[in-house]
């Protein structure tokens, strides 16, 4: 080959060779958040290392990455950089085993977001598009659309900078922040954020200010409040730059989305909006979060995310009916109880006539006699004395809690506090064991740090060890949003009042003035923990493509297990049911009737196993079911037409009779309200349609009964 030739080559190799690493994806993981919502445990520990279902949270963000194909990971870390690096090196992330070619760890000094953006831009570690995550972060979203489309936006627009990933939820839902409540302005059309604000509690003006310049550019934009936010970003290099030119940002939205959009003149720059309806995707902000989303985890919506997947070296977590999550080597007392929605690790032991109910409980733990826990979170090593109860609660490793103590709803016990027999914790406690100095001695990083003192025995009882956390006066610039996130109990106790999770089902309710609130689950409007569980039991055996008999079976264990009336088992079987069949509508291009033919004859017997009024003339049974139907499809698109169809198709498989419709139909608390009256419009023709059918029936035994006269 002539030199030319080898010349031309060498530039072809190199230039397919940048193309190449370009296109393989980087991610940084920020392993510190900068903030103060999870003191006191973030005093001794980094957030991403706090267990959350028994597995460090940045298990979860990790396996989130993988499963994108990220190949190069940058961890980047503030406080307790040692603890991050010594669990990273002896992880499996940094097996030969792992999915990632390159996985760093960046130490660094930076008392912001913003002051990290700008040191990462100045070491030059990032060579093409980038992911950037908390490592606080648990999803189960595929990155595979968003990623296209962020690619093929940056191909025609070298300006289109940005890509965030969000998340419909409803306008409230128990994962979202409590504090600030952010709204985004996007242009539909072509996905693009045009304005961002955050609204804050107490906040006097509740008005979102748009310039008026978009509304008159743009022909339709969309005012958004019901979106997660989980500060999953697809960037360019461009993005690390605008951080590095401006010094006064250090938030990523209400300082660098904000700025970005507002000075679109000046930098030509445009940010994008990826929003997903399915999947899960939520953010471990603050303690109310990490409630809600560790619910989420043992309920199974974040599947596969759940502790039986065992993300962890050593782990052998095996699931139970009920949501029970036990390790091997757990020790139960015979007379002891373990209720729904627990997780017990490895070596933990509980005594006789113990009671442990919605709660997680670490490993190598030591429960007494006569211990209730409920709704609480007890980590690893904690030894707990007979007769104690704690509830909605946090008590961290190391912890020993004497016997006869209460720990009431919101206390926070940090690591190593030892409370004294007979002792009871308020629920606005944070007991730490040592006491809290500033220092700043690591870089210029102000750290706080803990050195030994004299514990407070009017908190923690006589021979007790631990004192109340005291706030530094500048611990976070938002004092409401630090105070209220940092307490398990702000709002914790309404946590219930709505059970949505951020799972795959969603409804699609519309409003009467035809706004579409978007993201809420069949549950939304039910704080019945059976009907939350049976109902994600039974659309997860209709995702498998279990049986009817299996799908039976199931039912009738969690019906025993609560002993639920058959009226919460038909509301559960039809609302996992409409909303299977409303997917297949989305998902398959079907019609309605299509899918409900489709779905409903095969799993005839388990709706006909919630029917016993046959033989009676009135059809109690069969008007709750349709009363039921009704309102559950009242909140629905399409609302109308499965109500028909539904209709039809029972009655053509004989699990509803002729009167069991007509008694609905006549029945007032079907035409209770606007939305009843609506959805069941189209039905309408149905039933006259039975009317008919029975008054020609009538005729023709009127005749037959004639002609045997005239016989």
């Not at 957030?47 to 994108?68: D, G, K």
């Not at 950037?132 to 489309?149: F, H, T, W």
């Not at 007392?333 to 373990?338: I, T």
């Not at 629920?427 to 220092?439: K, L, N, P």
Request: aromatic letters at 6%.
């Amino acid at each position: 080959m002539s030199r030319k030739g080898q010349k031309a080559a060498a530039a072809g190799n190199k230039k397919r060779g940048e193309d190449e690493r370009e296109e393989s994806l980087q991610a940084i993981v920020l392993a510190d958040s900068f903030e103060t919502r999870f003191n006191p445990f973030t005093l001794e520990r980094p957030r991403c290392l706090l267990p959350l279902a028994n597995t460090p949270l940045i298990e979860y963000t990790l396996e989130f990455l993988a499963n994108a194909g990220v190949e190069d990971i940058f961890i980047y870390c503030g406080a307790h950089t040692d603890q991050v690096e010594d669990y990273i090196r002896n992880s499996k992330w940094s097996h030969a085993s792992s999915p990632f070619t390159k996985l760093d760890i960046i130490r660094s000094t930076s008392r912001s977001i913003g002051d990290a953006m700008r040191d990462l831009d100045s070491r030059n570690v990032i060579a093409g598009d980038f992911l950037i995550v908390s490592g606080d972060v648990v999803s189960n979203l595929p990155l595979e659309a968003a990623l296209a489309k962020h690619r093929a936006r940056r191909a025609d627009d070298k300006n289109a900078i940005m890509t965030m990933i969000l998340r419909e939820a409803g306008a409230s839902h128990r994962t979202k922040a409590r504090g600030a409540s952010p709204v985004f302005v996007v242009d539909p059309s072509k996905d693009r954020c045009l304005h961002y604000e955050e609204m804050r509690p107490g906040q006097a003006d509740r008005h979102v200010h748009i310039d008026p310049d978009l509304l008159s550019s743009h022909s339709e934009i969309d005012v958004r409040n019901d979106l997660i936010d989980c500060y999953i970003d697809i960037c360019t290099p461009d993005v690390l730059a605008l951080w590095t030119d401006s010094f006064d940002y250090e938030s990523p939205r209400k300082h660098f989305l904000y700025g970005v959009l507002k000075d679109y003149e000046l930098n030509g720059k445009t940010i994008h909006t990826h929003i997903v309806g399915d999947h899960y995707a939520a953010r471990v902000r603050d303690l109310q979060a990490y409630d809600a989303i560790s619910k989420d985890i043992v309920s199974r919506w974040a599947y596969p995310l759940c502790p039986d997947s065992n993300l962890l070296l050593g782990q052998s977590y095996r699931f139970q009916r009920g949501n029970i999550y036990k390790e091997d080597g757990v020790v139960l007392a015979r007379s002891c109880m373990v209720k729904r929605h627990t997780v017990i690790g490895q070596g933990t032991s509980i005594g006789d006539g113990s009671v442990i109910s919605n709660s997680i409980i670490g490993r190598r733990c030591q429960v007494g006699r006569n211990v209730k826990i409920d709704g609480a979170y007890v980590w690893d090593d904690v030894t707990i004395g007979d007769g104690s109860e704690i509830r909605q609660a946090v008590v961290a490793n190391e912890a020993v809690i004497g016997s006869q103590c209460t720990i009431q709803p919101g206390a926070l016990i940090s690591y190593g506090v030892r409370l004294a027999n007979g002792t009871k914790v308020a629920g606005t406690s944070r007991i730490i064991r040592d006491r809290r100095v500033s220092s700043a001695t690591r870089g210029g990083l102000d750290d706080s740090v803990l050195q030994p003192a004299e514990s407070d025995e009017t908190l923690v009882g006589k021979g007790g060890r631990g004192q109340e956390l005291v706030e530094s006066e500048d611990e976070d610039d938002d004092k409401f949003e630090s105070t209220a996130s940092s307490r398990l109990i702000y709002n914790m106790g309404n946590l219930a009042i709505s059970q949505s999770s951020i799972s795959t089902l969603n409804t699609d309710e519309v409003s009467d003035d035809g706004i579409r609130p978007r993201g809420e689950s069949f549950t939304s409007v039910d704080d019945d923990e059976f009907h939350l569980t049976a109902s994600s039991s039974i659309f997860e055996a209709l995702q498998r493509g279990d049986g009817p008999d299996i799908v039976q079976i199931e039912l009738q264990g969690l019906r025993m297990g609560e002993d639920a009336s058959y009226h919460r088992v038909r509301r559960a079987i039809i609302a996992a049911f409409m909303m299977w069949i409303m997917l297949q509508v989305e998902t398959q291009g079907i019609g309605v009737g299509e899918a409900v033919d489709k779905v409903l004859r095969k799993y005839r017997v388990v709706f006909e196993k919630t029917i016993f009024d046959k033989d009676s003339a009135t059809k109690v049974d069969q008007v709750d079911f349709l009363l039921s139907l009704q309102g559950e499809l009242k909140k629905r698109e399409k609302g109308e037409n499965l109500l028909l169809f539904t209709s039809k198709e029972l009655y053509g498989m004989d699990v509803l009779e002729e009167d069991g419709f007509q008694q609905w139909w006549q029945d007032e608390r079907s035409t209770a309200d606007a939305e009843m009256r609506r959805v069941r419009s189209q039905t309408q023709q149905f039933i006259d349609w039975l009317a008919t059918a029975e008054e020609e029936s009538d005729d023709e035994d009127d005749d037959d009964d004639e002609g045997s006269q005239d016989e």
